[in-house]
Each structure stands twice: as C-alpha cells, then as structure tokens.
RNA sequence: GCCCUGGUAGCUCAAUAGGAUAGAGCAAUCGCCUCCUAAGCGAUAGGUUGUGGGUUCAACUCCCAUCUAGGGCACCA
C-alpha cells in the first residue's frame, strides 16, 4: 500500500542490470531493522550467489556490497527518498520522513475503520468453529475454539473474502444419551433457574451418570448388576432415539435447547453471530447414503457380509505406497455412521449448499489425522474444493494441575472465569479511575475482562499447548489485551483534551519538522498494518494480528510518555501529532476488532 | 512400530520466503506521577536457540542423526 517508492526504484535496478549483464535475482524489499531508521532494503547476496555459480570467481559477501554500491550510484537519490546507502552487500532506502508520514496518516484518517481492509477476493470461505458437544456446559478450552475461530473469521472477511462463520454443535452421541438417561431415571422434570445454572446442571447429571455407568474397583455382584441394568437402559434409549421414538426425540429437543442457550448466550457475550448452525443428528441420515455411493464408486468397501464395517483404505485407494492416511471407518457393522462420515455428509452441504470455495475446520489438533482423512476422501470422490480444505488446529488448553477432566471435577468453565474476570476488572477500575459511572465502569470491566481472556488465547500460536492460569489471563499488565487497549484510551484521552478544531479539520498539519525516534517508529508500525492483516488472513494465523497489535501499543505508548501533543513547541506540531494519535487510535481499534476485543475510550 | 507437534533468557512466549544486532512480557534490581490516565515509561541484568553433524556467502529457520516432552494411529468425538 505504501510501497510506490521501491516500484519505481526496481524499474532502475532491473535496467542497470540488464545493460550490465548482472545475473540478477528476485528483489526482496524488507524494512529496515534499526530502530529510528526508517525505510526499505534489499539485498544483494543471491544475485552475488548467482555470478559464483555461473562460474566468476566472486567472494559472495564482497561483490554483494560492490553491486549494491554500483547500483547506489545508479539510482542517485530517487523520489521520496532522503538517502541511500549501500552496507554489508543491503541497499538501504531511507524515506523523507514529512512526505511518507504525511501519506500514511491522512489514509488512515480518510479510511477509518475500513482502514487496512483488502480488495475484494472473489472467492467464499467458511469458517467453522464453535463444536462443543450439548447436554454439557462451555468451558475454557471452548473459548479458545470460540475466540480463535471469531478471529480468523474476521481476518478473513476483513481481507476480502466473503466470509459465512458456521457453528457444529455435537448434539447427539453417546454422551447425549447418558445426561438423557440419568434426566429421565433419577431428575425428571427438574430445570434450575437462570440459563447458565440450568446448562451446568446437564453437566453436573453427566458426571454423575457416568459414575454410576463406570465399573468401579473392587465392585460387588449386586452393584455389578446394578450397573448393567443402567447401561442396558441407556442403550435402550439410544435405540428408542435411533429409530426417532417421539417421546425420547422431545425430551432430547427439550434438552438440548437449554445447551443451545447457553451457548448463545456465551456467544453473544463473545460478540459472535453465527451465520449457519449445523447440527451432527441432521447430518447422520444423510451420511448414511453418502456411504452407499462411497462403495457404489469403489471408494468404500463393504465388509459387512463378513461381519465387518464399511472402510475406506485411502492409501491405497490414493496409490501411496508408504501409510500415510491409513484405513478408516465409514460405517460401524451395526450401520450406524461415525464422525468421519458426518463430515462428509457436512462437506457436501457446505460446498453445495452454500456455494464455499475454502473451507477452514477450527478443530483441537488431536483431531488432525481425521480430518486429513476426511478431506483424503473427499479428493478420492472428486470434490474440488477438497484441495482448499484447512484444518486450523490447535493445541489443548490443560490447568496447572492438569488436563481438564468433567469426571474428576476439574474443569473451569468459561462463565466462571468471564465472571470472576468482570469482578477483578471492576475493582481495578475503582482504584485507578474512580470517577467513572457505574454504567460506565461495567462497559469497561466488559470490555477490559474479555479483552484480557481473548488476548491470553489469541497471542499464542495456535498450535502450542497452554495452561489455563487464571491469575496470568486475568493480569493487565504487560503483553496483554488491556495494554493495548489503554494505548487506545490514552489515544482518546489526548483527543478529547484537545478542545480546539476537530481533528477531521486538521488537513493542513503537515509533517515539516524534525520528528522524534518515536514518531518515526509509531508510523512505520501504522504503515504496515494492511500487509499484516493479509499475512494473518493468508497464513490463517490470528497470533500475528495480536503481535502487532501489542508492538502498536508498545511504540504509542513511549510515544505518549516521550513526545507533547497538546503542549507541542507549535501549533502546527501539535495538530501534526494530533492526527497521529488520531490515525493511531483508530490503527489500534481495528487491529483490536480483529482480534474480537472491543476498544473503549475510557478504563 | 509408524506419523504429527513442540524444545529459544529463571518462567511464559516471539522471530516475516534462510538475511544485518535472536526480541517481548513476567519475576529480580534501580529510576520516573505539581506535566495529555503510572493498567504506563526508562535503565540494568539475564542466551553456545536440546545435542552432534551437514548444506549455504548467510541457519533459531533447510537436511540427516540423536535425546526429550506431548499427541495421534479402523467401528469415540
């Protein structure tokens, strides 16, 4: 976006080269790394490389420097640039700060919130994420899901796709069918107040079930029998919701709206609106016949004469001869269908359906292999957009006594943690801006708690292992969301000081006059914020959003600490840096949007 | 047995297509609020990038080997 100094540079670099028989390699424009310096470099050394291989005796190093001091005399002093220098085999650019500052800050004040967004891309892409089972409650590792997912997804759509969020909640299973049986059996016609107590409560009746369903050590013959009995009811009752029993498919509904919910509920809190919900029970029955043209193609063999199951040996079938995909299976010998074969049944849907050119899968990293496989299968069958299938995994979220466990008790669920988040917020908001209205004060703990739990899970890769430490999610110091956004607030802070003309009216402030290291850094940071929007979106990385989120914070806020704004030397320095804190605030507030982390003006 | 991830400062993590001086935050020590919000800023200290080879002008990055941690491998999701 800001890069019309190197075209016209590259022109001259290819000329010179060309006349002078210079084996030149592709150019590569980075910044420069220093810091107070402010421009672009490229190197010399491939194209050093390129001369040794062809068979001139060259030292790399020493004919990289010579070509890029040639080519320094070449270009003179292009425009727009102040100075170029030639070092260690770079060619440094430096830029004339006034005119690069004075570009950089007007288009993102004449482009606002759309500042940063990419051209259209012409394609549409799906992100799945949000899949947590029902009849069972959402804890922090479902945050993550939820969080990474929203991210991307906003990445994503922000860089130009056409972008649909869908949500898969596993509403049926073996699990399902456990909360329904001990429900019938022991809790009928119970329902807690409130709808975080009621979808808590399906869990407290899934942990205890399974205690009564789990063989125990040292267990008697009476309790022995006990337990098969129950076992043999929930069987039943799965058999009952199999073949679409009405009373045993109403209870289900009944209860798998109050997960629903809650789950909206937590949604809506997270600022997430889904665009499509796919249920797995709405996906089984289609998958069935999924199956049928699966062996019809000779994809799928049908062992089920010899008293096997139905199984796709993708190697094989893809003609690799070391084992890489393996052997899975379609369909159990007892005809029911697995995971696998609902997400073909879903694939389809999705490419059909909703006419989806990529489709990314936010899915936790131990379910890798399946999804390889799946998407295996759906090259075997012919679905092109097989090719643009993603799997964003991610690591597991464990506590720092373990892995999360429902059966052993320890889980943290994300409502608590929201909670008790909000409750430390609003306390430290009392301490340190007293003045606030109560109103106010419970936006920003909103907006500030959520902040910090989103910032925790997104400024990690994605495909790390963390711990769930509440005292470090919930710290607000340091590398964390509520750093960045009291860069955000100060920003606000300065404008709304600033009782003079509107900001908006300020075209005439330019950058004439010698501008600090912090200045200099502030800006170059700004002038990058859409080529790192394209690299999230493009690498499907949301970490690298919430990197420059904080280094943009990290150089407004010595900015702040070292440079006046409202007590500049001059009037025209000071609507100058006026429009940079300006420009900054709303760099700030889209990288936070980003991130799905809201930016207030006041904390 | 096979496959996939990780291993970087005491701790938690970064490091763009292999590039110039491996960066942050916690924790530690020391400074900075009559001055735009101290949820902040500055400074000091902290490193043989698990180990051993190799490729390259250049390796945290690529290749091989090895140690170590975690995960996954047909009727769970």
Redo the contacts with the bound molecule.
């Keep these: 976006m800001f890069n019309q100094e190197t075209i016209e540079i590259e022109d001259k670099i290819l000329a010179y080269c060309a006349k002078n028989e210079v084996p030149l390699a592709e150019l590569?424009w980075?910044p420069?790394?220093?810091n107070g310096e402010w421009g672009t470099?490229t190197?010399f050394?491939?194209t050093a490389?390129n001369e040794?291989k062809s068979g001139k005796k060259v030292k790399?190093?020493l004919r990289a420097q010579e070509i890029a001091e040639t080519i320094k005399d070449e270009i003179g002093t292009p425009t727009g640039i102040s100075r170029v220098e030639a070092?260690?085999?770079?060619l440094?650019l430096y830029f004339v700060t006034a005119d690069f500052a004075e570009r950089v800050v007007a288009a993102i004040l004449q482009e606002k919130s759309d500042f940063g967004r990419g051209k259209p891309k012409g394609e549409r892409v799906m992100v799945e994420y949000a899949q947590p089972?029902t009849h069972h409650s959402f804890h922090i590792g479902h945050f993550r899901n939820a969080i990474l997912g929203e991210s991307l997804a906003r990445l994503v759509e922000f860089s130009g796709f056409e972008t649909i969020r869908a949500a898969y909640p596993?509403d049926i299973?073996?699990g399902v069918i456990t909360v329904l049986w001990i429900y019938e059996n022991f809790y009928k016609g119970q329902e807690p107040e409130g709808i975080h107590e009621r979808g808590q409560w399906l869990l407290k009746l899934y942990v205890e079930a399974t205690k009564l369903l789990t063989k125990k050590e040292n267990e008697t013959d009476e309790e022995q029998a006990q337990r098969e009995a129950y076992d043999a009811e929930r069987r039943e009752l799965y058999r009952k919701w199999d073949e679409g029993d009405e009373y045993v498919r109403n209870l289900w509904l009944e209860t798998r709206e109050w997960s629903l919910v809650e789950l909206k509920d937590i949604l809506e809190t997270l600022d997430i609106h889904m665009d499509a919900w796919f249920f797995?029970s709405e996906v089984d029955q289609p998958s069935k016949a999924i199956v049928d043209e699966l062996i019809a193609l000779g994809i799928a063999e049908d062992e089920r004469p010899e008293g096997?199951?139905v199984?796709v040996n993708i190697d094989e079938k893809l003609g690799l001869k070391k084992?890489k995909y393996?052997?899975?299976?379609l369909l159990?010998?007892d005809g029911t269908t697995?995971?696998l074969t609902k997400d073909l049944a879903l694939a389809k849907v999705k490419f059909e359906d909703y006419g989806v050119d990529r489709s990314i899968y936010v899915v936790d990293?131990?379910?890798?292999?399946?999804l390889q496989q799946a998407f295996a299968i759906l090259r075997l069958w012919g679905v092109p957009q097989a090719e643009k299938c993603y799997h964003l995994g991610y690591g597991f979220v464990s506590l720092p006594e373990g892995a999360m466990s429902a059966r052993a008790g320890r889980l943290v669920l994300f409502k608590d943690v929201a909670d008790e988040a909000l409750r430390r917020?609003t306390e430290?908001?009392k301490e340190?801006?007293p003045n606030l209205s109560e109103k106010e004060r419970a936006e920003?703990a909103k907006s500030?708690g959520l902040g910090s739990l989103a910032y925790a899970m997104l400024?990690?890769?994605n495909?790390?292992?963390?711990?769930f430490d509440m005292d470090v999610a919930l710290s607000?110091?340091?590398?964390t969301g509520?750093?960045i956004q009291?860069a955000h607030?100060?920003a606000a802070?300065?404008l709304k000081?600033f009782e003079g003309l509107k900001v908006e009216k300020l075209n005439d402030a330019p950058f004439n006059f010698e501008m600090t290291p912090h200045e200099i850094a502030l800006i170059e940071l700004l002038s990058r914020f859409p080529a790192k929007v394209e690299?999230a979106a493009n690498e499907y990385r949301p970490?690298i959003m919430a990197?420059y989120a904080?280094d943009l914070a990290?150089a407004f806020?010595?900015f702040?600490?070292?440079?006046?704004?409202?007590?500049a030397e001059t009037d025209a320095i000071r609507d100058a840096r006026l429009r940079l804190v300006a420009a900054s605030k709303q760099t700030l507030a889209n990288a936070l949007a980003l991130l799905g982390i809201t930016a207030p003006e006041?904390?």
Aim: proline share 4%.
């Design positions: 590569k980075q420069i790394p220093f470099s190197s050394f491939q490389a040794a790399v190093p070092v260690k085999g770079y440094n089972n596993g299973g073996l797995e096997g199951a199984i084992e393996r052997t899975n299976v159990r010998n697995l995971y990293v131990r379910q890798s292999l399946h917020v430290a908001s340190k801006n920003v500030v400024s990690v890769d495909s790390r292992d963390t711990v607000f110091e340091g590398h509520p750093y009291n607030v100060r802070s300065i000081k690299e970490m990197t904080y990290s806020h010595s702040y600490h070292a440079v006046s704004v409202l007590k006041v904390m």
